[in-house]
Protein backbone atom coordinates (compact mmCIF):
# COMPACT_ATOMS: atom_id res chain seq x y z
CA UNK A 1 0.00 0.00 0.00
CA UNK A 2 1.07 3.46 -0.94
CA UNK A 3 0.73 6.65 1.34
CA UNK A 4 0.75 9.78 -0.44
CA UNK A 5 0.95 13.16 1.80
CA UNK A 6 -1.60 15.89 0.46
CA UNK A 7 -2.56 18.81 2.17
CA UNK A 8 -1.35 17.44 5.62
CA UNK A 9 -2.84 14.53 5.90
CA UNK A 10 -2.70 10.93 4.85
CA UNK A 11 -4.36 9.97 1.59
CA UNK A 12 -4.33 6.36 0.34
CA UNK A 13 -4.12 5.45 -3.49
CA UNK A 14 -7.48 4.33 -4.13
CA UNK A 15 -7.78 1.36 -6.09
CA UNK A 16 -3.81 0.81 -6.69
CA UNK A 17 -4.07 -0.58 -2.94
CA UNK A 18 -6.24 -4.31 -1.53
CA UNK A 19 -6.67 -2.95 2.30
CA UNK A 20 -9.99 -0.71 3.15
CA UNK A 21 -10.29 2.87 3.84
CA UNK A 22 -12.83 5.57 4.09
CA UNK A 23 -14.34 7.49 1.02
CA UNK A 24 -13.25 10.73 1.66
CA UNK A 25 -9.72 9.31 0.64
CA UNK A 26 -10.92 8.32 -2.75
CA UNK A 27 -9.92 9.63 -5.73
CA UNK A 28 -11.83 10.61 -9.51
CA UNK A 29 -12.28 7.05 -11.41
CA UNK A 30 -12.11 4.62 -8.55
CA UNK A 31 -14.51 1.30 -8.49
CA UNK A 32 -15.34 1.05 -4.67
CA UNK A 33 -17.80 -1.13 -3.03
CA UNK A 34 -19.33 -0.10 0.18
CA UNK A 35 -18.21 -2.01 3.50
CA UNK A 36 -20.10 0.05 5.56
CA UNK A 37 -21.58 3.31 7.08
CA UNK A 38 -20.88 3.91 11.01
CA UNK A 39 -23.62 6.47 11.67
CA UNK A 40 -26.82 4.79 11.95
CA UNK A 41 -28.55 7.72 10.26
CA UNK A 42 -26.46 8.34 7.83
CA UNK A 43 -26.81 4.49 6.93
CA UNK A 44 -30.38 4.85 6.59
CA UNK A 45 -29.70 7.53 4.04
CA UNK A 46 -27.36 5.31 2.17
CA UNK A 47 -29.51 2.67 1.88
CA UNK A 48 -32.47 4.87 0.54
CA UNK A 49 -29.87 6.12 -2.65
CA UNK A 50 -28.44 2.33 -3.27
CA UNK A 51 -25.77 2.86 -1.41
CA UNK A 52 -26.04 0.01 1.61
CA UNK A 53 -22.97 -2.47 2.53
CA UNK A 54 -21.79 -4.21 -0.95
CA UNK A 55 -23.04 -1.71 -2.87
CA UNK A 56 -20.80 -0.88 -5.91
CA UNK A 57 -19.83 3.31 -6.49
CA UNK A 58 -17.63 5.03 -8.53
CA UNK A 59 -15.94 8.07 -8.27
CA UNK A 60 -16.75 10.85 -10.26
CA UNK A 61 -14.92 13.87 -8.65
CA UNK A 62 -13.50 14.86 -5.31
CA UNK A 63 -14.24 18.78 -5.16
CA UNK A 64 -11.37 20.45 -3.43
CA UNK A 65 -12.50 21.17 0.11
CA UNK A 66 -16.24 19.77 -0.72
CA UNK A 67 -17.91 16.68 -1.09
CA UNK A 68 -17.08 13.39 -3.35
CA UNK A 69 -19.56 12.97 -6.12
CA UNK A 70 -20.71 9.41 -6.19
CA UNK A 71 -22.51 7.06 -9.00
CA UNK A 72 -24.69 4.71 -7.88
CA UNK A 73 -26.95 2.86 -10.62
CA UNK A 74 -27.71 5.91 -12.93
CA UNK A 75 -27.54 8.95 -10.39
CA UNK A 76 -24.89 10.81 -9.39
CA UNK A 77 -24.95 11.74 -5.23
CA UNK A 78 -22.34 14.29 -3.69
CA UNK A 79 -21.56 13.47 0.43
CA UNK A 80 -20.42 16.04 2.10
CA UNK A 81 -16.34 14.91 3.37
CA UNK A 82 -17.56 14.76 7.01
CA UNK A 83 -20.07 12.22 6.29
CA UNK A 84 -17.58 10.39 4.00
CA UNK A 85 -15.33 9.85 6.78
CA UNK A 86 -17.70 7.41 7.98
CA UNK A 87 -18.64 5.60 5.48
CA UNK A 88 -15.79 2.62 4.65
CA UNK A 89 -14.92 1.25 1.51
CA UNK A 90 -12.73 -1.00 -0.45
CA UNK A 91 -11.51 -0.81 -4.24
CA UNK A 92 -13.81 -3.25 -5.92
CA UNK A 93 -12.64 -6.14 -7.56
CA UNK A 94 -12.12 -6.41 -11.43
CA UNK A 95 -15.05 -7.37 -13.78
CA UNK A 96 -14.25 -11.29 -15.56
Known sequence: MRIRMRRGRDRCDGCE????????L??????????GVDDER?????????????ACVSC????PAGP????SGRQEIAVGRELAKRIRVAPAPEAA
Open 42 to 54: ARMHAVRFGMGEG
Open 17 to 24: QSAACTLD
Open 60 to 63: VTVL
Open 26 to 35: ARRGDRLVVL
Open 68 to 71: VVLR
